[in-house]
């Protein structure tokens, strides 16, 4: 006999996400691998509306923040020629409703500790830093070179977007 089987993810659709001169196009639904321990994820590229070049990627990962302790629930990278205009702040933004819509009442990020530009972000979209982490060897990213990060947490209510940036 076997005991209750795990809800099926569902992905939902994430609306248009827009502001201004940003857009976020999704381009990528992965599902959960547990053999290798990740969770579903959603990858969007950061675009301008209408426009197909690509300025950056966004991932939203949905999961317990014990199992992305190391990854988080947002990671992002910013092409470098479009560096300075907060694309990776106003993606994060953009991605709260979504994140909400799946029951996460909180996302975590997590950065280098050298990176300080994504510590400014972190900090500019009201992310709080909680802590520093030592990477594991079994994981992946340890793998790639990693071996701390810092941890910041968002609450993802309506209420904290007040002062955003």
Known sequence: ??????????????????????????????????????????????????????????RLRIGSARRLRCAGHIGYEVKPRYRGHRYAARSCWLLLPLARAHGLAAVWLTVDPKNIPSQRTCERIGAQFIESVRIPQSHEMYALGARYRRRYRLRTAISTMMGRA
């Open 1 to 58: 006999m076997s005991g209750p089987q795990p809800a099926r993810f569902r992905f939902l659709n994430p609306g248009r996400l827009r502001e201004r001169d940003l857009e976020l196009v999704l381009v990528h639904a992965a599902p959960a691998d547990p053999a290798k321990r990740h969770v579903p994820e959603y990858w969007f590229e950061m675009r301008h509306p209408g426009k197909s070049t690509a300025l950056g990627l966004i």
